[in-house]
T-cell receptor, first 113, second 112 residues
Framework: KQEVTQIPAALSVPEGENLVLNCSFTDSAIYNLQWFRQDPGKGLTSLLLIQSSQREQTSGRLNASLDKSSGRSTLYIAASQPGDSATYLCAVRPSNTGNQFYFGTGTSLTVIP | DAGVIQSPRHEVTEMGQEVTLRCKPISGHDYLFWYRQTMMRGLELLIYFNNNVPIDDSGMPEDRFSAKMPNASFSTLKIQPSEPRDSAVYFC??????????FGPGTRLTVL
């Protein structure tokens, strides 16, 4: 079974700083990987989706990379803002077990003004 | 499109009562997922459907939980009888061809 780990569990940075969130997975046979954002008491919002054939995806200040062979993905946030404060989750869809997504436990990000 | 719609948004019930959670997926999506989120266990996949057919229900905790999808625009997750340990936020998500999932706002369930 695919296991997804996100470290650190919590991160606090001053506004304007660039930061990297990490996601690791145990089985490199994946179909795609997705990064989500969750605000307190809210649902999940999809941020970026990387197919297994891709190395990275960019959307505004966000850049997600994927290294299947090492079982790792990173989410880079440039010039962080207080509005970026949320929990960030990564989810992996294995390529050989249907369409399930396996979620990490998330990184809680606080950007201090 | 209004996105994935879930109802109710909040549900408080007493132990032993039946609870029914509802979900309307995004029109045209062929996959529907039910998740449960708690502080202790994070986000867990309970069951998912493809074209209204249950594909994998291995995440359903026990027989007290059941899910149906009678048509492409509606699904229910039922708990009978409910227990305090079922208290959680339940999310429904849908996707097209299982690629990118779109989540509903969730139903916060409290079982007293």
């Amino acid at each position: 079974k695919q296991e997804v780990t996100q470290i650190p569990a919590a991160l606090s940075v001053p506004e304007g700083e660039n930061l990297v969130l990490n996601c690791s997975f145990t089985d490199s046979a994946i179909y795609n990987l997705q990064w989500f954002r969750q605000d307190p008491g809210k649902g999940l919002t999809s941020l970026l989706l990387i197919q297994s054939s891709q190395r990275e995806q960019t959307s505004g200040r966000l850049n997600a990379s994927l290294d299947k062979s090492s079982g790792r993905s990173t989410l880079y946030i440039a010039a962080s803002q207080p509005g970026d404060s949320a929990t960030y989750l990564c989810a992996v869809r294995p390529s050989n077990t249907g369409n399930q997504f396996y979620f990490g436990t998330g990184t809680s990000l606080t950007v201090i003004p | 499109d209004a996105g994935v719609i879930q109802s109710p948004r909040h549900e408080v019930t007493e132990m032993g009562q039946e609870v029914t959670l509802r979900c309307k997926p995004i029109s045209g999506h062929d996959y529907l997922f039910w998740y449960r989120q708690t502080m202790m266990r994070g986000l867990e996949l309970l069951i998912y459907f493809n074209n209204n057919v249950p594909i994998d229900d291995s995440g359903m905790p026990e027989d007290r939980f059941s899910a149906k999808m009678p048509n492409a625009s509606f699904s229910t997750l039922k708990i009978q009888p409910s227990e305090p340990r079922d208290s959680a936020v339940y999310f429904c998500a849908s996707s097209f061809s299982g690629v990118q999932q779109f989540f509903g706002p969730g139903t916060r369930l409290t079982v007293l």
